[in-house]
């Protein structure tokens, strides 16, 4: 019985190792969604600079690209050349989702930058992101012609993210 006392912390404490390993073999990058495949959530958001807002019916039976982003997040900027390659690339509509932002800030932001989305809703208190089960900027959505979510991807997208996962993800859902 002694022995039983003397064995159970290394017990325990090898299967707290054990579990911090498993663990630790995971990607992190990968964040779960709870929403995929399930309905993007009902929003109707105002424009930012006078400019026509976004509603979920905008995207209303087609296969759309959701981006949100906020002019202070400095992924964001990284991610930008790549969202205007793919406006002009893409047989897709981007749009696009100002996240906890100054109207004003993303104004000057989409002037400098350039502006890649078909629509622009301006989510200055979150909600819309706590909806979708935003964890930061930027994040980007497919949604499928059923408004259903399709992918969820966490960070600034990339050329590989965008040919390895992106496109064929694209293709499959605009034949379907």
């Not at 325990?12 to 498993?22: E, K, M």
């Not at 793919?86 to 932001?109: C, M, N, W």
């Not at 400098?112 to 629509?119: I, L, M, N």
Request: net charge neutral.
């Amino acid at each position: 019985m002694r022995r039983l006392i003397y064995l159970l912390p290394v017990l325990a404490f090898t299967a707290l190792v054990g579990y911090f390993f498993l663990a630790l073999q995971r990607d992190p990058s990968i964040l779960p969604s709870a929403m995929i495949d399930k309905p993007a959530p009902a929003f109707d958001l105002a424009g930012v600079a006078g400019a026509p807002g976004f509603a979920r019916a905008d995207a209303a039976g087609q296969v759309v690209l959701v981006n949100f982003f906020a002019s202070w997040c400095v992924p964001c900027r990284l991610e930008h050349p790549l969202l205007m390659q793919l406006s002009h690339q893409l047989k897709v509509p981007l749009y696009g989702i100002d996240y906890k932002d100054k109207p004003e800030d993303a104004t000057r932001f989409l002037q400098e930058f350039g502006d890649p989305y078909k629509r622009i809703g301006a989510d200055r208190d979150g909600r819309v992101g706590i909806d979708f089960g935003v964890y930061g900027v930027p994040e980007t959505y497919v949604i499928d012609k059923a408004g259903r979510i399709r992918l969820r991807h966490v960070g600034p997208l990339t050329p590989d993210d965008v040919q390895n996962e992106l496109i064929p993800l694209l293709r499959t859902l605009q034949t379907s």
